[in-house]
Each structure stands twice: as structure tokens, then as C-alpha cells.
């Protein structure tokens, strides 16, 4: 007796959804994606148990290492450079476009005003390499404001009352330093700013 020979069917499957669900989720990773720039240096926040998150948008944010070195960034490339223009108007210090551009994609900016321009001539990857030893000075000039200060209120003249200060020391970062800091904010009648930790769970106690 012959055998029954079965007909045999070719699976086929339609790819076509899938790939347009991964399409839609690689568009809306790509749009909802916050690009965090290379930071002037590495710090570890200390740890809390405070839910408060840092607004987004509209920021200043003071970058303090473990050495007390302080380095200021704003939000936005645009803020950041405009940040650049007033301060380098307002020390007599002349930047070119190139040093603007290198300026306006750096995360921070941590140097005495005297060496704003050999820092900005740095290539791009060398800039934090080139300004991680040195810092914003606190000291008063000539018996006014620091140029921590300036930096401040220079941020605070181009975007508004609205902008927010946002301090993000390391862990191991001398309190003297902070409190400096502090007393300099509040000697300009800033006393309102963030303080960035990292979130500390129960299971961490």
C-alpha cells in the first residue's frame, strides 16, 4: 500500500507591524532622549531620602568637586553661550566665534576670567582636562564681587528671576567651601537653590 503523502504549507509571517512598532518606539526614544554632556569633573553626590527633582529647564547648575573647585554650566548650548558673551563683555575679554562655539557645547565652565580664552582655544575633548585643576575663584575683586558672584548674576540678568540655581557638590566636598558658597548667594539676596543628591532607599539605611 502507497503512502499518503501530506501537503506541506510554508509558514509565512508578516514582519511589517513589527517593524513599524519598532520604528515608532526608536522615534519616541529619540525624541524623549535627554543627551547628558561630558561634565567638567566627576562628582558623587551625597545620598537623601528627598523626592524633590531639579526642574529641567531654565537652570544653573553649580558644579563643586571633591577639591572645592566650583565649575557653572547652564541648560541650553544657546544659554550657555550667551552666559560666555556677558561675562567676557563684562571682564574686557575678547572671544572669538571658535572659542564660542568650543564654550557652547562645554557642560561647564571652571576658570579665572584671565584664563577664559586660553581655555576656549583648547580642542573640544581637551577642555575638561585643561580646567578640571582650577575653578571659579571666590575671592571678592577688588573689594567687590567675586567672580563666582559674577557668574551668577550674569546668569540671573539673561534669563530672568524665573531661572533656578542648582548646587551639585561631591560628598567629599569640605563644608567650608559650601557654606562660602552659600554666604556669597545670600550676600546677593539668593537664597533659594537646589541642593543635587542621590536618592537614598530604605534598603540602603
Known sequence: ??????????????????????????????????????????????????EIKVPENNVMTLLVDKQGRIFAGMDTPAKQQTLLEDMAAKYGVSLSQEALEVGRASANIGVAMKDLVLLLSQPAEKVNEFQQTRGIPTDSVEGGMSEFQDWVAAAYEANGE?????????????????????????????????????????SED
Open 1 to 50: 500500500m502507497g503512502k499518503v503523502k501530506i501537503k506541506k504549507s510554508d509558514v509565512w509571517i508578516d514582519m511589517t507591524p513589527m517593524s513599524d512598532v519598532m520604528v515608532l518606539l526608536l522615534t519616541f526614544f529619540m525624541m524623549t532622549s535627554t543627551f547628558v554632556k561630558n561634565e567638567a569633573v566627576k562628582v558623587v553626590t551625597p545620598m537623601s531620602v528627598s
Open 162 to 202: 524665573d531661572m533656578k540655581l542648582a548646587i551639585k557638590a561631591d560628598q567629599g566636598t569640605p563644608y567650608k567651601v559650601i557654606k562660602k558658597m552659600m554666604s556669597e548667594l545670600q550676600d546677593m539676596n539668593r537664597n533659594r537653590y537646589f541642593l543635587i543628591t542621590s536618592y537614598k532607599t530604605n
